[in-house]
C-alpha cells in the first residue's frame, strides 16, 4: 500500500510575510517607546515630589524626626525588642484563637434539641465581639477585669492577648462554621454508617475537609490581628 506523496516528511513552516515582520517591527518599537515613557514619567513625579517636600520650611524638623541615622541606630534594640514581643503574642492569640474558634463552630453545628442553650450562647457571643472592636474588648479586658480583684496582677501583653483572642475567635469561628456547612452531608452520613462516632467524624471527616475549603478566608483572619498587635499591646501597657 503506497502512502500519498509528502506523507510522513515533515512539513517546513512557511516564512512570515513581509507584512507580519512590519507588525512585528512596530509592535517592539512601541513597546520600547512605552517603556521608556514609563520610567522618564516616573522620574519626574518622583522628583518633583522630592525637590517640593525638601523646600518645604518643617522638612529640617520632620528629617530629624523620621530619616535620622542615629535615630534609627539608636531606636533598633527597642524596636527588635517590640518584634519579638509581638511574636509571642501572635504565637499564644493563634493557639487560644484556633482551639477557641473551633470549639465555639462545633457547638454552634450540634443539632440536638439538648445543645440549644449552648448553641444560643455560642451565636450570642460570636455576634457580639463580631461587632465590637479591638479596642473596646482591649479596655474592658485590660482595665475590667484586673479591676474586679478576682485575679493576680498579670503583665499587660497578657491581657492583651486574651482581648486578642476573644475577639477574633468569634471570626474564625464563623468562618470554620462556614466551612463545615459546605461539607456535604453524605460525608457525615457515611462516615456514621462506618460506625464512626459524632466527635470522630467532626475530628477525621468533617473539620479537615472544612479547613481546605476555608483556608483562603482563615489567612486573611490570621493577616489582621498581626496588624494590630503593636497599637492593642501599646494601648494596654501604655496606659496600664
Do not use: C
Not at 512539513?11 to 515582520?21: C, D, G, H, I, K
Not at 463580631?130 to 499587660?156: E, S
Amino acid at each position: 500500500m503506497s502512502l500519498p506523496a509528502g506523507a510522513g516528511s515533515p512539513v517546513a513552516a512557511s516564512a512570515p510575510s513581509q507584512v507580519e515582520l512590519e507588525r512585528r517591527l512596530y509592535r517592539r518599537q512601541r513597546g520600547r517607546r512605552s517603556l521608556v515613557v514609563s520610567v522618564v514619567s516616573t522620574l519626574v513625579v518622583v522628583a518633583v515630589v522630592y525637590f517640593g517636600v525638601v523646600n518645604t520650611p518643617g522638612w529640617a524638623a520632620v528629617q530629624q524626626s523620621f530619616f535620622d541615622p542615629q535615630t534609627a541606630i539608636d531606636s533598633f534594640p527597642d524596636i527588635l525588642l517590640g518584634l519579638w514581643l509581638n511574636i509571642r503574642i501572635l504565637f499564644f492569640s493563634a493557639i487560644g484563637v484556633a482551639v477557641f474558634g473551633t470549639l465555639l463552630a462545633v457547638v454552634r453545628g450540634l443539632r440536638s434539641p439538648v445543645f440549644f442553650p449552648l448553641r444560643m450562647l455560642a451565636t450570642g457571643y460570636t455576634d457580639l465581639f463580631r461587632g465590637l472592636p479591638l479596642i473596646i474588648v482591649l479596655y474592658l479586658v485590660g482595665y475590667g477585669i484586673p479591676g474586679l480583684g478576682v485575679f493576680p496582677r498579670l503583665p499587660a501583653e497578657v491581657w492583651g492577648t486574651i482581648a486578642i483572642i476573644l475577639t477574633y475567635s468569634s471570626y474564625i469561628a464563623e468562618v470554620l462554621r462556614a466551612g463545615m456547612e459546605a461539607v456535604h452531608p453524605s460525608q457525615r452520613l457515611a462516615a456514621r454508617s462506618l460506625g464512626l462516632s459524632h466527635a470522630k467524624t467532626l475530628r477525621l471527616v468533617v473539620l479537615p475537609q472544612a479547613i481546605r475549603k476555608v483556608t483562603p478566608a482563615l489567612g486573611g483572619d490570621v493577616a489582621d490581628p498581626v496588624a494590630q498587635q503593636t497599637e492593642a499591646r501599646q494601648d494596654v501597657a501604655g496606659r496600664g
